[in-house]
């Protein structure tokens, strides 16, 4: 499940980045690359939009690696506090 979610915000990320570099003309991307720039009611509105979008996805990255690094922390506690007993 970790792997997943850590694919969807890499996926996430690389959609808001490149939906905005095309939006904004700074990188060759279709100008309709990403799920903001297909959106009607978000006209006007795609340099927001496309970094909010990658935002999410850094949110997502970082929530992954706290829990990833948490699950880990009680994995080596209780493996020490069972050679302890």
Known sequence: ????LGFVG??????????????????WVPQRFG?????????????LGNLAV???GVILLVV??????QTHDQDAGSSV???DA
């Open 54 to 56: 990658a935002a999410l």
């Open 81 to 83: 506090s069972d050679s």
């Open 1 to 4: 499940m970790r792997s997943f």
């Open 64 to 69: 992954v690696s706290v829990g990833a690094e």
């Open 10 to 27: 890499v996926v996430k990320v690389i959609q808001g980045v490149g939906g905005l570099l095309g939006h904004l003309g700074l990188l």
């Open 35 to 47: 799920v903001v720039n297909r959106l009607s009611f978000m006209e006007g509105y795609e340099v």
